[in-house]
């Protein structure tokens, strides 16, 4: 009943002709998704509007982008709109990812009025949660995360929340080449679950995808896609590599 999704965040890699030669070979790859699968990909911002043509008579191929402002407008400059991202055809948008949490000094609350207008303008945000290294090891984990669905997902409604996909990428497992367990990933991931059905409903709770994002590769991600709390992943190092790509999504039951 609820979405199975394998989308790649790209970050700030690769040039528009490396993206274009990415997508062709993804798409060449021939994937048959099966009913409620997606493949989304997240591209810098200058290649949303080529990749959404690449992909436009691919049913179940979707594009996101990496961020987007807080604000509806005005003088930001450098940033960029979720109204702008909707009126080039964007459909999901990446929210609250470790690195802008670090980098760019992403708190809970900014993130809840980046949520807002990213679901005022009809993209699909993508919320990442997940914890430090110090956290997991203090065994405090899921207070930490549910700190952080709290402060950016609670004020929403039941129906606004069903456009919301959440990803939990423990941030000692992002490009480190450290994987949580499939033990550890489902853990957290039923505990979210849990979290949205005291808040939001039962039905919320069941509806909702969670994926799992933390160095999935093809040879780790059947184990944590087969956890029955985890609806697939968001992949950054092996999303840039189309066989490694392919592969994931293929692990997708
Ligand atoms: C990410 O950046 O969202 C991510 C999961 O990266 P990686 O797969 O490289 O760990």
């Known amino acids: 009943m609820r979405k199975k999704i394998v989308a790649g965040n790209w970050k700030m890699n690769l040039t528009l002709a490396q993206g274009e030669q990415l997508i062709n070979d993804i798409l060449q790859a021939g994937l048959t998704l099966k009913e ?44 960029v709109s979720a109204e702008m991202l909707q009126s080039i055809g964007v459909d999901y948008v990446i929210l609250g990812h470790s690195e802008r949490r670090e980098y760019f000094q992403e708190s809970n609350a900014m993130l809840a009025k980046k949520i807002d207008q990213a679901l005022a303008n009809g993209l699909k945000p993508i919320f990442c949660c997940g914890e430090p290294l110090e956290v997991r090891q203090a065994e405090t984990q899921n207070a930490y995360v549910a700190k952080q669905l709290e402060e950016s997902l609670y004020h929403l409604t039941a129906e606004q929340l069903k456009q919301v996909v959440i990803a939990y990428e423990p941030i000692w497992a992002i490009g480190t080449g450290l994987t949580a367990s499939a033990a550890q990933a489902q853990d957290m991931h039923a505990f979210i679950r849990s979290q949205i059905a005291n808040k939001f409903g039962r039905e919320a709770g069941l509806h909702i995808s969670v994926l799992y994002g933390g160095s999935a590769k093809p040879g780790n991600a059947a184990e944590l896609f087969s956890c029955p709390d985890v609806d697939g992943g968001l992949i950054g190092g092996a999303s840039l590599v189309a066989a490694d790509f392919v592969s994931i999504i293929e692990k997708l039951s």
């Not at 989304?40 to 191929?61: E, H, I, R, S």
């Open 36 to 79: 409620g699968q997606e493949v989304v990909v997240a591209t810098p911002f200058p290649y949303l509007l080529k990749a959404k043509a690449l992909l436009k008579n691919y049913p179940g191929f979707y594009v996101a982008a990496q961020n987007c402002h807080s604000e509806k407008s005005g003088a930001y400059t450098g940033e």
